[in-house]
């Protein structure tokens, strides 16, 4: 029977170490859970930050590409209604050219119509002295 106890209290103390053991590394094991999970939390809001990082450059991105439209929708009209100018341009400057034209049409007729007019007053002052 004692050999029986002795082998029983032996193997109680390996028991006992066992149970230390699993107490000792249960701790340790909740120890590690608690790091595991505050390293994924930080890691879960490094990826948010990153996420908002992407969002802010996209919207960054999104915002020059619509700039750039606008830029080159702005160069189109730019374009033509400076092309639209230029043929008003031309239309105007040929109805100054005829209007010029007529002007001095008209400025020889009133020249000529002044010199017939003198012509005819010379005329008139010729007869009325020669009726004196």
């Keep these: 029977?004692?050999?029986?106890?002795?082998?029983?209290?032996?193997?109680?103390r390996e028991l006992l170490l066992i149970r230390r053991a699993s107490g000792a590394k249960a701790s340790q094991l909740a120890h590690m859970e608690k790091m595991l999970q505050e390293t994924k939390g930080m890691l879960d809001k490094k990826n948010e930050?990153?996420?908002?990082?992407?969002?802010?450059?996209?919207?960054?991105?999104?915002?020059?590409?619509?700039?750039v439209q606008r830029s080159k929708r702005d160069r189109r009209n730019s374009l033509h209604r400076t092309q639209l100018l230029e043929s008003q341009m031309k239309t105007v400057r040929g109805e100054l050219v005829d209007t010029l034209d007529h002007l001095q049409a008209l400025r020889d007729k009133l020249r000529r119509s002044q010199e017939k007019a003198e012509e005819r007053k010379a005329a008139m002052e010729r007869l009325t002295a020669e009726l004196r």
């Design 1 to 12: 029977m004692n050999k029986y106890g002795g082998e029983l209290s032996e193997r109680e």
């Design 49 to 67: 930050m990153g996420m908002d990082k992407k969002a802010c450059g996209d919207t960054m991105v999104s915002e020059l590409e619509e700039k």
